[in-house]
């Protein structure tokens, strides 16, 4: 997924890995990189992922910038043990 502003490029990776200790995979966790860019060039900010990431949760799906503060992430696979379902949820 993508979003861009006049300053800012930000990229969704929905399936993205992570590896925990002792070199565990967390399969398609997802994250989202931010870049800010100008008609020149274009410079990596940062990684963003789930304070609570987990396997499938597809962090990244849908990225939305709304001005130039605030971010919204996506993730639809997001699993609700009480409800038992994959809800998704919105990250702000």
């Known amino acids: 997924s993508l ?3 006049p300053s800012l490029l930000v990229i969704g990776a929905w399936g993205y890995n992570y590896f ?3 070199r565990t995979a967390v399969q398609n966790a997802g994250s ?3 870049y800010t860019h100008d008609a020149t060039s274009v ?3 940062q990684q963003l992922k789930a304070t ?8 990244g799906s849908a990225v939305a910038l ?3 503060n605030t971010l919204a992430i996506g993730a639809y696979g997001v699993f609700y043990p009480p409800s038992r379902s994959y809800q998704g949820a919105v990250y702000i």
């Open 43 to 45: 410079s990596f900010q």
């Open 3 to 5: 979003a861009i502003s």
């Open 66 to 68: 709304i001005g130039e």
């Open 32 to 34: 989202v990189f931010v």
């Open 52 to 59: 609570d990431f987990a396997a499938s949760d597809y962090f």
């Open 20 to 22: 925990q200790p002792p």
